[in-house]
Protein backbone atom coordinates (compact mmCIF):
# COMPACT_ATOMS: atom_id res chain seq x y z
CA UNK A 1 0.00 0.00 0.00
CA UNK A 2 2.12 2.93 -1.16
CA UNK A 3 1.19 5.92 -3.09
CA UNK A 4 -0.60 8.99 -2.63
CA UNK A 5 -3.60 9.22 -0.21
CA UNK A 6 -6.43 12.12 0.23
CA UNK A 7 -9.31 13.14 2.64
CA UNK A 8 -11.82 10.24 1.90
CA UNK A 9 -14.29 13.72 1.58
CA UNK A 10 -14.87 16.78 2.02
CA UNK A 11 -15.99 16.22 4.98
CA UNK A 12 -13.13 15.22 6.49
CA UNK A 13 -11.60 18.19 8.26
CA UNK A 14 -8.82 18.98 10.69
CA UNK A 15 -7.30 21.86 12.76
CA UNK A 16 -3.97 22.24 14.94
CA UNK A 17 -4.43 23.64 18.21
CA UNK A 18 -1.36 24.81 19.28
CA UNK A 19 0.20 21.50 18.02
CA UNK A 20 -3.02 19.46 19.00
CA UNK A 21 -4.23 18.09 15.52
CA UNK A 22 -7.70 16.99 15.77
CA UNK A 23 -9.31 15.99 12.81
CA UNK A 24 -13.47 15.87 12.63
CA UNK A 25 -16.00 14.25 10.31
CA UNK A 26 -18.37 16.21 9.58
CA UNK A 27 -20.98 13.81 8.54
CA UNK A 28 -20.80 11.35 11.59
CA UNK A 29 -19.75 13.85 14.22
CA UNK A 30 -16.65 12.03 15.60
CA UNK A 31 -13.25 13.17 15.95
CA UNK A 32 -9.71 11.91 16.52
CA UNK A 33 -6.70 13.24 18.26
CA UNK A 34 -3.23 12.98 16.80
CA UNK A 35 -0.25 12.68 18.97
CA UNK A 36 2.91 14.20 17.38
CA UNK A 37 3.91 10.94 15.43
CA UNK A 38 0.45 10.63 14.09
CA UNK A 39 0.07 14.38 13.19
CA UNK A 40 3.28 14.38 11.17
CA UNK A 41 2.34 11.76 9.26
CA UNK A 42 -1.09 13.04 8.57
CA UNK A 43 0.89 16.45 7.55
CA UNK A 44 2.81 14.21 4.66
CA UNK A 45 -1.02 12.99 3.39
CA UNK A 46 -1.75 16.13 3.21
CA UNK A 47 1.22 17.65 1.41
CA UNK A 48 0.54 15.40 -1.05
CA UNK A 49 3.66 12.85 -0.31
CA UNK A 50 3.28 9.00 0.99
CA UNK A 51 3.97 8.50 4.66
CA UNK A 52 4.83 4.55 3.93
CA UNK A 53 7.98 5.80 2.57
CA UNK A 54 8.54 8.17 4.87
CA UNK A 55 8.16 6.26 7.95
CA UNK A 56 8.00 2.48 6.40
CA UNK A 57 6.01 -0.20 8.64
CA UNK A 58 4.66 3.16 11.02
CA UNK A 59 3.40 4.72 8.06
CA UNK A 60 1.91 2.00 6.31
CA UNK A 61 0.42 0.73 9.64
CA UNK A 62 -1.23 4.69 10.17
CA UNK A 63 -2.51 4.59 6.97
CA UNK A 64 -4.26 1.23 7.23
CA UNK A 65 -5.64 2.74 10.20
CA UNK A 66 -6.76 6.42 8.52
CA UNK A 67 -8.14 3.89 6.04
CA UNK A 68 -10.34 1.89 8.29
CA UNK A 69 -11.87 4.83 9.78
CA UNK A 70 -12.50 6.30 6.36
CA UNK A 71 -11.07 9.32 7.12
CA UNK A 72 -8.36 8.86 3.35
CA UNK A 73 -8.28 7.09 0.50
CA UNK A 74 -5.65 5.78 -2.24
CA UNK A 75 -5.00 8.52 -5.06
CA UNK A 76 -4.53 7.82 -8.78
CA UNK A 77 -2.25 10.98 -8.27
CA UNK A 78 1.68 10.07 -7.85
CA UNK A 79 2.99 11.24 -4.34
CA UNK A 80 5.06 14.00 -4.39
CA UNK A 81 9.18 13.17 -3.71
CA UNK A 82 9.29 12.41 0.09
CA UNK A 83 12.09 12.40 2.71
CA UNK A 84 13.00 9.32 5.30
CA UNK A 85 11.29 10.76 8.42
CA UNK A 86 12.63 9.72 12.00
CA UNK A 87 9.53 9.44 14.27
CA UNK A 88 9.96 9.75 18.07
CA UNK A 89 6.74 7.36 18.99
CA UNK A 90 4.10 5.04 17.14
CA UNK A 91 1.86 7.28 15.70
CA UNK A 92 -1.50 6.99 17.45
CA UNK A 93 -5.22 8.08 16.82
CA UNK A 94 -7.92 8.03 19.52
CA UNK A 95 -11.01 7.75 18.42
CA UNK A 96 -13.84 10.26 20.43
CA UNK A 97 -18.13 10.25 19.48
CA UNK A 98 -19.17 12.20 22.65
CA UNK A 99 -19.89 15.17 20.90
CA UNK A 100 -21.53 13.65 17.88
CA UNK A 101 -24.70 14.52 18.55
CA UNK A 102 -23.97 17.89 19.39
CA UNK A 103 -21.38 18.21 16.47
CA UNK A 104 -24.13 17.05 13.93
CA UNK A 105 -27.14 19.03 15.45
CA UNK A 106 -24.72 22.26 14.34
CA UNK A 107 -26.16 25.14 15.89
CA UNK A 108 -24.97 27.90 13.28
CA UNK A 109 -26.30 25.92 10.36
CA UNK A 110 -28.69 23.93 10.30
CA UNK A 111 -31.82 25.51 10.17
CA UNK A 112 -35.27 24.23 8.18
CA UNK A 113 -37.41 26.42 8.09
CA UNK A 114 -40.57 23.85 8.54
CA UNK A 115 -38.33 21.96 10.96
CA UNK A 116 -37.13 24.48 12.99
CA UNK A 117 -33.83 24.98 14.74
CA UNK A 118 -31.78 23.09 14.96
CA UNK A 119 -32.36 20.40 12.30
CA UNK A 120 -30.28 17.34 12.40
CA UNK A 121 -28.87 16.14 9.12
CA UNK A 122 -31.18 13.99 7.55
CA UNK A 123 -29.94 9.65 8.19
CA UNK A 124 -29.59 7.79 4.82
Not at 47 to 52: F, N
Request: cysteine-free.
Amino acid sequence: MTGRFSRSSPDIVHEDFDGDLVILNLQTGEYFGLNLAAATLWNEIMAGRDPTLAAGDAGTRFVGRLQELGLVIASDDPPETTAPLSLDAVPVVDVYSDLSDLILADPIHDVDEAAGWPKRPDEG
